[in-house]
């Protein structure tokens, strides 16, 4: 009568075989963390900036968004003193950015609606008609170059936030 078990040979190839797919799938998760925290950071971001547009259209004021390569901050624009101030109060306060991104603007020129001194105007302005200045805010993640998120508008219609595929 013959022992019923494994051999040896038997147990070391379902091993090899565990050992190959666990690392099929682990290699398949790298990167994937900081995709979503990406994703998550641009989504947020975007909106963020149509809450700040609907915020510039209920009171009838027009905001900002100044963004530097630490952090970005919303503001908004006192008529009286023809300044921007910053925003501090939740969700709009400033923010530093929570990973390791780099976020660029292009915008379009300004129509002239905003009687600042052109040194100290944001980025990017929401306007109290709902419209906002065509931009194109580019997220990249430092570590990860291919890893690329932009956030548009044409200046009418809501932000868009899509991953670039490079």
């Known amino acids: 009568m013959r022992a019923q078990g494994f051999t040896l040979i038997e147990l070391l190839v379902v091993v090899a075989i565990v050992a190959v797919l666990a690392g099929l799938v682990g290699t398949s998760f790298v990167g994937s963390g900081h995709n979503q925290a990406m994703e998550g950071f641009a989504y947020r971001m975007a909106q963020r900036m149509e809450l700040a547009r609907d915020r510039a259209l209920q009171r009838n004021r027009e905001w900002g968004l100044y963004i530097n390569e630490s952090e970005y901050q919303f503001a908004e624009f006192n008529e009286l003193t023809q300044t921007w101030e910053p925003y501090t109060q939740r969700p709009f306060h400033t923010e530093s950015y929570a990973m390791n991104v780099q976020m660029t603007a292009q915008v379009d020129e300004y129509q002239g609606r905003v009687d600042a001194d052109e040194d100290t105007l944001p980025e990017i302005v929401l306007f109290s008609s709902g419209e906002v200045t065509p931009f194109e805010l580019t997220i990249k ?9 932009i956030l548009e508008s044409d200046g009418f219609t809501r932000i868009k936030a899509q991953r670039e595929d490079l």
């Not at 993640?141 to 998120?149: A, D, E, K, R």
């Open 141 to 149: 993640h430092i570590t990860q170059p291919s890893l690329v998120w």
